[in-house]
């Protein structure tokens, strides 16, 4: 490991592009604290603490800042985050996936098409921007946290909603510039950086707890305990997230004169975790809802204080964070936008299509029709074992924190979207670096060498 440290630092173009990310990372990091002139920091804080940890406000604000590297537990430049140029980029994603649209059309003209749904993309994203800074300072507003006078000035609400969108357009540059200069995915590598900035409060919590012998505290087995979940998970994650379900694919022979071309066997791998952290990341933001909905309506109905406001009262209880309907209700969710996505994004007429053009076909299968069927077969199946990886990984941070009581600042490193995005992004970086130190014949974190193997005549660099 470390003689492969060693050699990306001597490959001068690799180790200017990690420079290069790292500098973008920490430039996000400053702006990450920079606060929104006008916003009363303290009294934003204490309305925070003061909400519990399963409140849909709490739970709301949590995912919001955790999906898109933002901050809205303290208002900054950058507390939108880059969660408006996700939101649109997965609006024309799934746009585009529709048979016969405009956008269909544009990705199938190649790169231009492709560049002019970027450039509809980035407009998309400013008036996102716009529509969630309004929000969010309205919120501020009736919660009392503008500071007085400013609130019913027109400039100020100007130079706020300006600051914020600046701030998701100068983010969503960054990932641009970390894609173009850089070494991995911006955007992701920027959620990443604001899911592992929380790590240091999640080890100041997890050592505030321990206490050997003390009533209420964690003693050595709970340290082990947690220990071994964070490994088990973390492993897990990584290889559910690189498995494969790998098809033989054989190539048809072609004769030209006295040689024979083609009769090559190779396979098509089917991710089993196709959707990524997609399906959660859809479920989580509509479990917030019926909370929220719950509550409105058994307030509105407290005057009566009938059968239908205890109804009400036990609905909004049980769909909470942690309690069993709302477990079970999230787990078929997950599911359910699991093959929603595979719906959306994978498309078997497609691909039989294409392995019929390029002269390919699977053994035993007569190409088209049979063939579709066969990977849509294949593709359900291996959804459903994807999907409760996504159910375990959701959920286990939840059962962590109500059996053995802990804060849900270390339970968050269990599982859940951040776990996932971690491990997804990471892999990636580690498999551009080993593409780049394949590509000078020096062995790398993935291949299993012993990190110096024989080198390519020539400058390093």
Same mark, same amino acid.
């Given at each position: 490991m470390l003689q492969t440290l060693?050699?990306?630092?001597?490959?001068?173009?690799?180790?200017?592009?990690i420079l290069f990310t790292l500098a973008m990372l920490a430039v996000y990091r400053i702006g990450h604290w920079i606060p929104l002139p006008g916003i009363n920091q303290e009294q934003l804080k204490k309305f925070f603490e003061s909400q519990d940890a399963g409140s849909a406000v709490k739970?709301?604000?949590?995912?919001?800042?955790?999906?898109?590297?933002?901050?809205?537990?303290?208002?900054?430049?950058?507390g939108l985050g880059v969660m408006p140029y996700i939101s649109a980029g997965i609006i024309f994603q799934l746009i585009s996936s529709i048979p016969g649209s405009r956008l269909k059309k544009?990705? !199938? %003209? &190649?790169?231009? @098409?492709?560049?002019?749904?970027?450039e509809w993309t980035r407009y998309t994203t400013v008036g996102l921007c716009i529509l969630q800074a309004v929000t969010y300072l309205g919120i501020s507003e009736k919660s009392n946290m503008i500071y007085p006078g400013l609130a019913s000035n027109p400039l100020w609400w100007i130079m706020a909603i300006a600051a914020m969108t600046a701030g998701c357009v100068f983010l969503m540059w960054l990932g641009e510039q970390i894609d173009r200069f850089g070494i991995g995915n911006g955007v992701s590598m920027i959620i990443m950086a604001g899911i592992l900035a929380r790590m240091?409060?999640?080890?100041?919590?997890?050592?505030?707890?321990?206490?050997?012998? !003390? %009533? &209420?505290?964690? @003693?050595?087995?709970?340290?082990?305990?947690?220990?071994?979940?964070?490994?088990?998970v973390v492993a897990g994650s990584v290889i559910m997230t690189v498995a494969q379900r790998r098809i033989p694919i054989q190539q048809a022979k072609h004769t030209r004169g006295r040689r024979v071309f083609g009769g090559q066997k190779?396979?098509?791998?089917?991710?089993?975790?196709?959707?990524?952290?997609?399906?959660?990341?859809?479920?989580?933001s509509l479990m917030i809802f019926p909370s929220v909905v719950f509550s409105g309506l058994a307030e509105a109905t407290k005057a009566s204080a009938g059968m239908t406001h205890g109804i009400l009262q036990w609905m909004q209880s049980e769909l909470t964070g942690g309690q069993f309907l709302h477990e079970i209700v999230y787990i078929v969710m997950i599911y359910f936008f699991s093959y929603f996505w595979i719906t959306v994004q994978f498309n078997p007429e497609e691909m039989s299509k294409q392995l019929r053009e390029h002269g390919s076909f699977i053994p035993g299968l007569r190409p088209g029709p049979r063939t579709a069927e066969y990977l849509e077969t294949v593709m359900t199946?291996?959804?459903?074992?994807?999907?409760?990886?996504?159910?375990?990984?959701?959920?286990?941070?939840t059962i962590v924190q109500k059996s053995m009581n802990i804060d849900p600042n270390i339970t968050?490193?269990?599982?859940?979207?951040?776990?996932?995005?971690?491990?997804s992004v990471t892999l990636d970086f580690?498999?551009?670096?080993?593409?780049?130190?394949?590509?000078?014949?020096y062995a790398g974190f993935l291949s299993g060498g012993d990190g110096d193997g024989p080198r390519l005549k020539g400058p390093r660099g």
């Open positions: 060693i050699n990306v630092f001597r490959i001068a173009e690799l180790r200017n592009k739970k709301a604000t949590d995912f919001i800042s955790l999906f898109s590297g933002g901050a809205f537990g303290h208002s900054t430049i950058f544009l990705q !199938e %003209e &190649g790169p231009t @098409g492709r560049q002019k749904i970027t240091p409060d999640a080890i100041k919590s997890a050592v505030g707890m321990f206490g050997p012998g !003390e %009533e &209420g505290k964690m @003693g050595w087995g709970g340290v082990l305990m947690l220990v071994l979940c964070f490994v088990g190779s396979y098509l791998p089917l991710r089993i975790n196709h959707g990524g952290v997609m399906p959660i990341v859809f479920a989580s199946r291996i959804t459903y074992v994807g999907a409760a990886f996504l159910c375990i990984i959701a959920v286990l941070p968050q490193f269990l599982g859940g979207v951040g776990l996932l995005i971690v491990v580690l498999q551009r670096v080993e593409a780049n130190l394949l590509m000078r014949n």
